[in-house]
């Protein structure tokens, strides 16, 4: 059984840092692809960063430059740094494994960014 749990997230002041962490268990970061989303309240889920399986990541434009993805093939976790917070970060964040024949979703983390 696959499972991604998520933690990382809380308060904190526009200008701020948090790092969001996805612990993996039942399958292996570092030979699938990883995502992390995000779900604002009244909108839909966005996609926010990338790594694949191969080790390329890719960005929201929204994020770049801001939010760093990595992973941590001891821990098998996956990890999204975030700096520079600003307000419009405020979301539910999720970790995501996907591949050919699967998808599956962390329980999501709550990121609220006080301006």
């Known amino acids: 059984q696959v499972q991604l749990v998520e933690s990382g997230g809380g308060l904190v002041q526009a200008g701020g840092s948090l790092r969001l962490s996805c612990a993996v268990s039942?399958?292996?970061?570092?030979?699938?692809?990883m995502s992390w989303y995000r779900q604002a309240p009244g909108k839909q889920r966005e996609l926010v960063s990338t790594?694949?399986?191969?080790?390329?990541?890719d960005y929201a434009d929204s994020v770049k430059g801001r939010f760093t993805i990595s992973r941590d093939y001891a821990k098998n976790t996956v990890y999204l740094q975030m700096n520079s917070l600003k307000p419009e970060d405020t979301a539910v964040y999720y970790c995501?494994?996907?591949?050919?024949?699967?998808?599956?979703w962390g329980q999501g983390t709550q990121v609220t960014v006080s301006s």
């Open positions: 039942g399958r292996t970061v570092s030979n699938n692809h």
């Open positions: 790594i694949s399986s191969g080790g390329s990541t």
């Open positions: 995501n494994m996907w591949g050919f024949s699967f998808d599956y």
